[in-house]
């Protein structure tokens, strides 16, 4: 019996399987734990976070109780491509992780496609 952290590792593993095949794009990849989001841009050829956003910052922390909402996650998704914009990247490859495309993962994304290219 397939036990929820056994799908979402069946699910992390096949969207790296994917991603590790593009090697001229860089990353952005989401973490999600039950209260804050946190999404980061990174050159995987050098090994180097270019830019980085989460819910942690003084600014986004004084806005809610719950950091882990889908209007928070606008915000940060804003914030990352407004960052890799200024860092020179155009174009990334978006990495959810495990996590399932939908409700925070799909609200931070819209909001940084607004910036970048996936």
């Known amino acids: 019996m397939r036990t929820a952290k056994h799908k979402f590792e069946i699910r992390r593993n096949r969207v790296r399987s994917k991603i590790s095949r593009v090697s001229d794009r860089m990353r952005l990849s989401i973490f999600k734990s ?15 976070t270019l830019a980085s956003a989460s819910t942690l910052e003084a600014d986004l922390r004084k806005q809610k109780k719950s950091n882990c909402n889908c209007l928070i996650a606008t915000v940060v998704g804003k914030l990352i491509g407004e960052r890799a914009a200024k860092a020179g990247v155009k174009a990334v490859v978006f990495d959810k992780g495990g996590n399932r495309y939908h409700g925070v993962v799909k609200a931070l994304a819209d909001a940084a496609r607004e910036r970048l290219q996936f």
């Open 34 to 48: 039950g209260r804050h989001i946190y999404a980061q841009v990174i050159d995987d050829t050098k090994s180097i």
